[in-house]
């Protein structure tokens, strides 16, 4: 799988939109971008994922780079709820294998 | 949409006992899941992959008899902590995915906090 880094943490004024960006400089042509969020004393979430189009839906919007190196997670607006680590992961569309989840970036979303 | 069930939420027990650990997919069919451990302040890590019908492959310096599973149907997986001690308290969480529908996600159950005295 190709490797990924995020930024350790970022902080971000509820109402406003959160943008979370990943690089994954290596990956293939085949593998995907996949987000996933863990709250605290919760099993991952799963919110988006892409190939090399946009995507959106009805939690966050995922904007992938032209040359498919680095992506961004976009929270439109921010609640207090969206506070929780946020884990970008490269994998191949259909692998049948676990994920492999690095440290992910700590949001933590303010009055 | 997918949903991974895991039962149950919270063990507290004495050092030496065993304890299971469920994992479902409620609407779906799951020949293969996955067991993660994570500790505090620390992401997850894959300890296993549980394959239906038959041996789960076990992670570099998971021990297999300590950490039975077991996977009798399409819909369910154990994980079993035997003999559990102090050290082995943590937040242990199961995934699965939905197969033969593309690139699906995997999705995680709500894990379960484990506590050793």
């Known amino acids: 799988d190709a490797k990924t880094t995020q930024p350790t943490s970022m902080d971000c004024a509820e109402g406003r939109a959160a943008n979370l960006p990943c690089n994954h400089s290596?990956?293939?042509?085949?593998?995907?971008v996949y987000w996933y969020r863990q709250i605290h004393s919760q099993g991952p979430q799963y919110i988006i994922h892409g190939l090399k189009n946009n995507e959106t839906n009805e939690m966050a919007s995922l904007i992938i780079t032209e040359d498919r190196k680095s992506s961004t997670l976009i929270l439109p607006h921010a609640t207090l709820r969206d506070t929780a680590v946020y884990y970008c992961?490269?994998?191949?569309?259909?692998?049948?294998?676990?994920?492999?989840f690095g440290k992910g970036t700590s949001l933590l979303v303010t009055p | 949409g997918a949903v991974v069930s895991q039962h149950p939420s919270w063990v507290i027990c004495k050092s030496g006992t065993s304890v299971k650990i469920e994992c479902r997919s409620l609407?779906?069919?799951?020949?293969?899941m996955f067991w993660y451990r994570q500790f505090p302040k620390q992401s997850l890590m894959l300890m296993a992959t549980?394959?239906?019908?038959?041996?789960?492959?076990?992670e570099q310096g998971v021990e297999k008899d300590k950490f039975l599973i077991n996977h009798a149907s399409l819909t369910l997986s154990t994980l079993t902590v035997t003999s559990a001690h102090p050290e082995d308290s943590s937040f242990y969480i199961c995934?699965?995915?939905?197969?033969?529908?593309?690139?699906?996600?995997?999705?995680f159950g709500d894990g379960t906090r484990l506590s050793i005295l």
């Open positions: 609407d779906f069919q799951a020949t293969t």
């Open positions: 995934s699965a995915r939905e197969e033969g529908k593309g690139n699906q996600p995997q999705h």
């Open positions: 992961i490269v994998r191949v569309g259909n692998s049948g294998y676990a994920l492999n």
């Open positions: 290596t990956i293939s042509g085949n593998e995907y």
């Open positions: 549980s394959n239906e019908g038959s041996k789960a492959t076990y």
